[in-house]
């Protein structure tokens, strides 16, 4: 059936009611909650310790941000060699500044090392003293790479902030310049989304919602905090019967490899949802475990996802990494199956650059 003009547009009339009226049910619950908004990890005690924690010297973030996208074809799904490598030079401080501050945060989940917290503590100062990622854009590439970097360091805030390692100055400036980011972000992705950009309908919306709401339950800022549940809902709106992404499934080869990279925000926005007494996994009509089911089967076996869109997958390659499947853990705790179970045994290590290393328990 060929769809009119008509059709698709009654279509799009039903999915935006149909997201308006999920938006509300969820926003009503999120009124409702009690401050101080929390985290998976507040729930955790860690006995505090004096393991010795070398913690690295590096240089604050840039204000500006100078990045530029690499895929090469219409459906960005072959990177153009010379524009990926100058991307990784680019993207290469952010991701350092994420490594390390991803390191030391979960060496003190794992031993309560107040050196390692401290260290954590002493990146994210730098950064906000600096104001790090607050100047200018050079593209909507250098956008992805400011949310991917503030999710990322706001969780890492949020596994040391209950430690006895930050000065009251500290987490204010801290708090302070996590929301300054986050709201370049959300005017970021509300401009996009007032034009009904394609970024502003597929994981790129996902993921600036983890990183709105990392960095909101980070400084207990409710309207942060409900703006990343409205992407939530957004993300699972989109999710179809058969547990796909019509944008993730449009990227060719890639398709299987960005229905997992979108997963990964939305299952994590989810577990810290929990943390504040609201069940949103199943929003939507179990919209979220449709797409994590098709996810699982694909790492099994992406001959559907080769037969549906027409191009043989690159995921999973010839091992499991973590962020393939390493991200489903807190869904995996609450809901557990055979087959995430084997796929998390295969992992040597759960640590995810974007996430803030190990996913929430």
């Not at 990784?88 to 309560?112: C, I, N, V």
Request: charged share 15%; net charge positive; with cysteine.
């Amino acid at each position: 059936m060929i769809a009119t003009p008509a059709s698709a547009r009654a279509t799009a009339t039903f999915r935006a009611a149909r997201l308006a009226a999920l938006a509300c049910l969820i926003l009503i619950s999120v009124s409702a909650l009690a401050s101080p908004l929390r985290s998976p990890w507040d729930a955790l005690s860690i006995p505090a310790s004096s393991r010795l924690y070398l913690c690295l010297s590096i240089p604050p973030l840039p204000r500006d941000i100078v990045a530029y996208d690499y895929y090469s074809d219409a459906r960005k799904s072959v990177p153009n060699p010379a524009r990926l490598h100058a991307y990784q030079l680019a993207a290469a401080p952010f991701d350092h500044t994420m490594t390390e501050a991803e390191r030391a945060a979960d060496f003190y989940l794992k031993t309560g090392s107040r050196p390692a917290a401290a260290c954590v503590l002493e990146i994210l100062d730098a950064n906000a003293r600096n104001h790090a990622m607050t100047g200018a854009m050079a593209s909507n590439q250098s956008y992805y790479v400011q949310n991917w970097t503030l999710g990322a360091l706001a969780v890492t805030y949020l596994k040391v902030r209950n430690s006895d390692a930050a000065s009251p100055a500290e987490r204010r400036e801290i708090s302070r310049w996590l929301v300054q980011v986050a709201h370049a972000t959300q005017s970021y992705f509300d401009a996009r989304r007032a034009k009904n950009t394609q970024d502003s309908r597929n994981n790129h919306l996902y993921w600036a919602g983890f990183a709105v709401m990392s960095a909101g339950i980070a400084a207990d800022n409710l309207p942060l905090y409900n703006w990343a549940i409205g992407t939530f809902a957004a993300g699972v709106s989109q999710i179809t019967p058969r547990g796909t992404l019509p944008l993730a499934m449009a990227r060719g080869r890639r398709a299987l490899h960005y229905h997992l990279f979108a997963a990964a925000p939305l299952v994590t926005m989810a577990a810290f949802a929990e943390a504040n007494g609201q069940n949103i996994y199943a929003m939507d009509r179990a919209a979220l475990p449709r797409l994590l089911a098709r996810c699982v089967s694909g790492l099994q076996d992406n001959a559907w996802f080769a037969q549906q869109t027409g191009f043989p997958q690159d995921t999973p390659g010839p091992r499991l990494t973590p962020s393939d499947i390493a991200w489903i853990r807190p869904y995996a705790a609450r809901y557990p199956t055979p087959a995430i179970r084997s796929l998390l045994r295969q992992l040597h290590s759960l640590s995810i650059l974007y996430l803030g290393g190990d996913p929430p328990p």
